[in-house]
């Protein structure tokens, strides 16, 4: 844990008695450290067994890395055995826009989809000699129905506690029960640039930092695992704050 990561209000945000959040930061294709990372949150859970325990998933789980399917079937995998909250990131998006719209295909291309639909078996020769129309029919076709229904099912934003969890943020000025998708989705300096109370506190990704970057009114997560090989959890219990990452094993209590 970083020096002085701890809340500064008297009233620090909190969770429910009992209740135990693993908040994971941007995968973006790298099945390898999300299964590292799933294996120091076991050890985790197998050393202080709460008496719930919520996983809260904050998005982008592919393109840019070279395994976004796989970490898709780990997510699911996941669900299994854990309560699992899966929350859209702006690369997700992509998914369904493609689907049901192929002309969708070429925005999606331009940010690192490319990764993805080779992870489903679609070659950059494939990629390169097919219109965006054909693509899309082609990606359709390889898309196992599970993984279709995980992207259809995705929440944009999610609420426990005293913490507010996005992808990418809030829009300020705003209640959090009317945000817009697409400031929940893509809102970047707005929104890390305000320094006022958001009514809660907003856990994010997005935007990636070296460290966990830590506010009076947001935590931002996204370590830029893809790139640094740190995937990090913020592991939220009552109003304590711990961090594991696939580089640190684990860190010390807020």
Same mark, same amino acid.
Request: charged share 25%; hydrophobic share 45%; net charge neutral.
């Given at each position: 844990?970083?020096?002085?990561?701890?809340?500064?209000?008297?009233?620090?945000?909190?969770?429910?008695?009992?209740?135990?959040?693993?908040?994971?930061?941007?995968?973006?294709?790298?099945?390898?450290?999300?299964?590292?990372?799933?294996?120091?949150?076991?050890?985790?859970?197998?050393?202080?067994?709460?008496?719930?325990?919520?996983?809260?998933?904050?998005?982008?789980?592919?393109?840019?890395?070279?395994?976004?399917?796989?970490?898709?079937?780990?997510?699911?995998?996941?669900?299994?055995?854990?309560?699992?909250?899966?929350?859209?990131?702006?690369?997700?998006?992509?998914?369904?826009?493609?689907?049901?719209?192929?002309?969708?295909?070429?925005?999606?291309?331009?940010?690192?989809?490319?990764?993805?639909? +080779? $992870?489903?078996? =679609? !070659? @950059?020769?494939?990629?390169?000699? &097919?219109?965006?129309?054909?693509?899309?029919? #082609?990606?359709? *076709?390889?898309?196992?129905?599970?993984?279709?229904?995980?992207?259809?099912?995705?929440?944009?934003?999610?609420?426990?506690?005293?913490?507010?969890?996005?992808?990418?943020?809030?829009?300020?000025?705003?209640?959090?029960?009317?945000?817009?998708?697409?400031?929940?989705?893509?809102?970047?300096?707005?929104?890390?640039?305000?320094?006022?109370?958001?009514?809660?506190?907003?856990?994010?990704?997005?935007?990636?930092?070296?460290?966990?970057?830590?506010?009076?009114?947001?935590?931002?997560?996204?370590?830029?695992?893809? +790139? $640094?090989?740190? =995937? !990090? @959890?913020?592991?939220?219990?009552? &109003?304590?704050?711990?961090?594991?990452?696939? #580089?640190?094993? *684990?860190?010390?209590?807020?």
């Amino acid at each position: 844990m970083a020096p002085g990561f701890k809340f500064k209000s008297p009233a620090r945000p909190r969770l429910p008695d009992g209740m135990r959040v693993y908040a994971i930061g941007d995968v973006h294709g790298r099945a390898d450290l999300l299964a590292h990372l799933y294996a120091l949150i076991d050890a985790d859970l197998a050393r202080r067994p709460p008496a719930q325990v919520m996983h809260i998933m904050l998005g982008d789980y592919i393109d840019r890395g070279p395994a976004s399917r796989e970490v898709i079937d780990l997510i699911l995998a996941r669900s299994v055995q854990h309560r699992v909250v899966a929350l859209k990131g702006n690369h997700d998006s992509f998914v369904l826009q493609a689907l049901d719209d192929p002309s969708a295909m070429g925005d999606w291309l331009l940010m690192h989809g490319v990764e993805t639909l +080779a $992870s489903y078996g =679609l !070659t @950059a020769a494939t990629v390169a000699k &097919s219109r965006v129309s054909d693509l899309a029919q #082609a990606f359709a *076709a390889v898309l196992p129905a599970p993984h279709l229904e995980f992207f259809r099912g995705l929440k944009c934003s999610f609420s426990c506690g005293d913490f507010f969890f996005a992808h990418a943020g809030v829009r300020p000025g705003i209640a959090l029960d009317r945000q817009s998708e697409e400031d929940l989705l893509w809102i970047r300096q707005d929104f890390l640039r305000h320094d006022g109370d958001f009514g809660k506190m907003i856990v994010h990704g997005h935007t990636p930092v070296r460290n966990v970057e830590r506010r009076a009114n947001r935590i931002g997560i996204d370590t830029a695992a893809y +790139a $640094s090989g740190k =995937l !990090t @959890a913020l592991v939220i219990e009552g &109003s304590t704050l711990r961090l594991i990452d696939t #580089a640190r094993i *684990a860190a010390r209590a807020a």
